[in-house]
């Protein structure tokens, strides 16, 4: 089963996402912050990684960035989940890197159909 990092400071959102990713089999590391995340894929390997943006200490933006500038990590789909709904977020969602963006609130089969685009490429 694909092992993900799940970086959500939002206690809520993080087990919502775990409920959604566990019926599904994925092997799930949770990170409280934007740092926690980043020590956690220096330390381990990860199929995929899905980012909150706006969390303490580091951005989903900055982390996303740091992933895709590293040549350890750069090939590791991002998706990043976020409440920050405009079109200039996504863009810069993507600028920085992001395979995927869905935005909060979402339905799980939205989460689901971008973990599904990412782990095929």
């Not at 566990?22 to 994925?26: F, L, N, P, R, T």
């Given at each position: 089963?694909?092992?993900v990092l799940v970086a959500e400071d939002s206690?809520?959102?993080?087990?919502y996402i775990e409920s959604i990713l566990?019926?599904?089999?994925?092997d799930i590391v949770f990170a409280r912050d934007g740092e926690e995340a980043e020590h956690i894929l220096n330390s381990d390997n990860f199929d995929l990684v899905i980012l909150d943006v706006v969390m303490p200490k580091k951005s989903g933006f900055q982390v996303c960035r740091e992933i895709k500038k590293n040549e350890k990590?750069?090939?590791i789909?991002?998706?990043l989940v976020?409440?920050?709904k405009e079109e200039?977020?996504?863009y810069?969602?993507?600028?920085?890197?992001a395979d995927e963006y869905v935005t909060k609130p979402f339905e799980p089969i939205d989460l689901l159909v971008a973990i599904r685009k990412c782990l095929k490429k």
């Open positions: 089963m694909p092992k206690l809520t959102d993080a087990k566990s019926e599904q089999g994925y990590t750069k090939d789909p991002v998706i976020t409440s920050k200039a977020d996504k810069w969602g993507k600028l920085q890197g």
